[in-house]
């Protein structure tokens, strides 16, 4: 199972070709199951430039399988613990929100397919799957 990041959905939304777009693009293709996160709703949908904009996102990612935190209180805790062991070897992270996200794959045991620093900079401390 993958997890897809806004990263990468916005480049293929948006018609860029990169690597990881196409790794996405080939995940369609071949019917490979995958999701988003609430995280990743809210950040795309953020990005809508009109309102027809905001409800062809809203209507599409509806569709998709969505992945939560396990439980509210402890999953913030493990971001927590990963943004500071992170600190503690000398990578500082970009967003908080990044770390819910990676914290989200750990727990469901998914793939994530993004094109982030802040996830290959985390792989490199806690055990993210990246694909």
Avoid: W
Avoid at 7 to 32: P, T
Avoid at 89 to 100: A, E, F, K, P, R
């Amino acid at each position: 199972m993958i997890l897809v990041d806004t990263s990468v959905l916005i480049d293929a939304l948006s018609g860029r070709k990169n690597q990881q777009v196409v790794k996405f693009r080939g995940i369609l293709d071949r019917g490979i199951s995958f999701g988003i996160s609430p995280l990743i709703y809210l950040e795309v949908l953020q990005g809508a430039k009109s309102h027809n904009d905001y409800r062809a996102l809203k209507d599409y990612l509806s569709t998709l399988k969505f992945y939560d935190l396990r439980d509210a209180k402890d999953s913030y805790e493990e971001a927590a613990t990963t943004y500071f062991k992170c600190r503690k070897h000398g990578i500082t992270l970009s967003s908080s929100v990044d770390c819910l996200i990676a914290q989200i794959a750990l727990e469901h045991d998914l793939y994530l397919l993004h094109r982030d620093r802040d996830f290959d900079q985390m792989a490199k401390i806690v055990p993210l799957k990246i694909f």
